[in-house]
């Protein structure tokens, strides 16, 4: 089966660095994305990675390991408004999103 | 301003009721698509269109239903026969189906609880 897992939430400190994993098993691969959804609103794109390393893009980065079937999201310098849900979604082979339940990221002062 | 318009923002419906929630788009882009959130869990793919006049079955259509008739609009209809229809619905568009890349733009929601 097809699946997307990541953690339900996590808690880091104003300022620092905060890395978020996801895991997927797809039918096929065509690309990991990343969004961000704050509370009651529309997600937005963030990333897509569809080689394996490192993209960087200012205070946000991802990354991808294809062998694996691991993606992570790196968030620095952290800001009290990066409080919100990251959601990671992985392509299949029909280029259909396959949607985790997204990690909620709670920035304390 | 390009964006998506979803329509209402909230609505509460008794059981038994058919709603239909309204999607515009003026990004020019073909394919639109409705997805359900619920807590807890990922975004579920309902219908979604990649043409004007037709439109495909996701993963949990049962109980919706959809029309194309142009290009900037979707709606969905939550029919009494949807046994649990309290959600947060997200409108989206994106360039046709076969690329990589296709980013996803979202409306920004309506809930919709069942009384």
């Known amino acids: 089966g097809q699946n997307i897992d990541q953690p339900t939430e996590m808690t880091a400190t104003e300022g620092a660095i905060v890395q978020i994993n996801c895991t997927y098993q797809?039918?096929?691969?065509?690309?990991l994305f990343w969004y961000q959804q704050h509370a009651g609103e529309a997600p937005t794109f963030l990333s897509y990675?569809?080689l394996d390393g490192l993209e960087e893009k200012g205070r946000f980065s991802s990354f991808l390991s294809r062998s694996k079937g691991y993606s992570y999201l790196l968030l620095k310098e952290l800001q009290m408004k990066d409080s919100a849900s990251y959601l990671c979604?992985?392509?299949?082979?029909?280029?259909?999103?396959?949607w985790g339940a997204g990690t909620k990221l709670i920035i304390k002062p | 301003d390009g964006g998506i318009t979803q329509s209402p923002k909230y609505l509460f419906r008794k059981e038994g009721q058919n709603v239909t929630l309204s999607c515009e788009q003026n990004?020019?882009?073909?394919?639109m698509y409705w997805y359900r959130q619920d807590p807890g869990q990922g975004l579920r793919l309902i219908y979604y269109?990649?043409?004007?006049?037709?439109?495909l079955k996701g993963d949990i259509a049962e109980g919706y239903s959809v029309s194309r008739e142009k290009k900037e609009s979707f709606p969905l209809t939550v029919t009494s026969a949807q046994k649990n229809p309290t959600a947060f619905y997200l409108c989206?568009?994106?360039?046709?189906?076969?690329?990589?890349?296709?980013?996803?733009?979202f409306g920004a929601g309506s809930r919709l609880t069942v009384l």
């Open positions: 989206a568009t994106g360039t046709s189906g076969s690329s990589g890349a296709n980013v996803l733009t």
């Open positions: 990004l020019n882009h073909d394919a």
């Open positions: 269109s990649q043409i004007v006049n037709d439109f």
């Open positions: 797809t039918s096929g691969f065509n690309g």
């Open positions: 990675n569809v």
């Open positions: 979604a992985s392509m299949d082979s029909n280029y259909q999103l396959i």
